[in-house]
């Protein structure tokens, strides 16, 4: 320590009685340099969306995250089901409440406007699926599809943007770190002998 800050370090002590100058840091919550650290902030969005809509899955808000996580990595809602040891059908309606639509959920066996028209006609699921020539399930899965889009319109798709951008900051803090290791080992093996013989 230079004079300068000896002195510095003795005032802070008079003044404050304390016998240490720095504070011990601690990891601040959702980290995106560690594993899954981004699943408290997701968890977060995932809250306030429980509170403006109603949820039909039974999941809960420590299985969703992994949902979206998953559904950004690529998986199928069958390979979802599989990690969370859950039926198929129950992580489609988490992805209904979450506003995760893919685009094979769009190809519908008729056209999606025509299931509005009678949704706001006020038909039951049987007459719809009667004037579609389809199945009740079929119908039912549409209206959920079509549920979810409608929320996330009205809501300016802000809780899908929100997730992707939680999403692709922990994807390129991974990487960044993936990165700053590489170039570190470069760095720190550079003009170094490698020709080694035992």
């Not at 100058?21 to 980290?31: I, L, N, P, S």
């Not at 119908?139 to 009205?154: G, L």
């Not at 770190?177 to 490698?194: C, H, P, Y």
């Amino acid at each position: 320590m230079d004079d300068k800050t000896e002195e510095l370090r003795d005032i802070f002590v008079d003044v404050t009685d304390e016998e240490t100058v720095t504070e011990r840091q601690e990891a601040g919550r959702g980290t995106l340099t560690e594993d899954g650290a981004s699943s408290e902030e997701i968890g977060e969005v995932i809250a306030r969306m429980r509170e403006r809509y109603e949820f039909s899955t039974s999941l809960t808000d420590e299985e969703l995250p992994t949902v979206v996580e998953s559904f950004y990595g690529g998986a199928s809602d069958a390979d979802i089901a599989d990690e969370l040891d859950v039926p198929e059908a129950e992580v489609f309606r988490a992805r209904m409440d979450l506003h995760l639509l893919r685009e094979s959920d769009l190809e519908a066996p008729f056209e999606l406007d025509d299931l509005r028209k009678l949704q706001d006609a006020g038909l039951s699921t049987d007459a719809i699926a009667d004037e579609l020539g389809t199945s009740e399930e079929t119908v039912d899965r549409f209206r959920r599809i079509v549920a979810a889009q409608d929320e996330a319109r009205r809501a300016s798709d802000r809780f899908r943007s929100e997730f992707e951008d939680l999403v692709a900051d922990a994807d390129l803090a991974d990487q960044l770190t993936s990165d700053v290791k590489e170039d570190g080992l470069e760095e720190a093996t550079d003009g170094m002998e490698t020709d080694v013989s035992f």
